[in-house]
Nanobody, 119 residues
Framework: QVQLVESGGGLVQAGDSLRLSCAAS???????MGWFRQAPDKERELVAHITWSGMTTFYGDSVRGRFTISRDNNAENTVYLRMNDLKPEDAAVYYC????????????WGQGTQVTVSS
């Protein structure tokens, strides 16, 4: 069983930056992990993904160039999402997710952290 604990959400103004953190605990030393977000009345969307090694990352079209996912496998297997130049449309509940390997879907989810962006 993998447990994910997120932190770092909050209220910011458009153009500001914010960093989310997600600490993963489980039997393995590292898991492929990602960040999703869900705004009211919208489907959950993948924001960014990072492989267990950190060597490969993927970004959704709406955040590419503004958001950066990274990880520190020495720091309690923590994944970060650095969000720059935040826009009102980035406001959502952000969820951290993990999976056993890249061939599988995400099976573990955090509780979510709210990001609110004022214009």
């Amino acid at each position: 069983q993998v447990q994910l604990v997120e932190s770092g959400g909050g209220l910011v103004q458009a153009g500001d930056s914010l960093r989310l953190s997600c600490a993963a605990s489980g039997p393995k030393s590292a898991y492929p992990m990602g960040w999703f977000r869900q705004a009211p009345d919208k489907e959950r969307e993948l924001v960014a993904h990072i492989t267990w090694s950190g060597m490969t990352t993927f970004y959704g079209d709406s955040v590419r160039g503004r958001f950066t996912i990274s990880r520190d496998n020495n720091a309690e297997n923590t994944v970060y999402l650095r969000m720059n130049d935040l826009k009102p449309e980035d406001a959502a509940v952000y969820y951290c997710a993990a999976k056993e390997n890249d061939a599988l879907g995400y099976g573990y989810w955090g509780q979510g952290t709210q990001v609110t962006v004022s214009s």
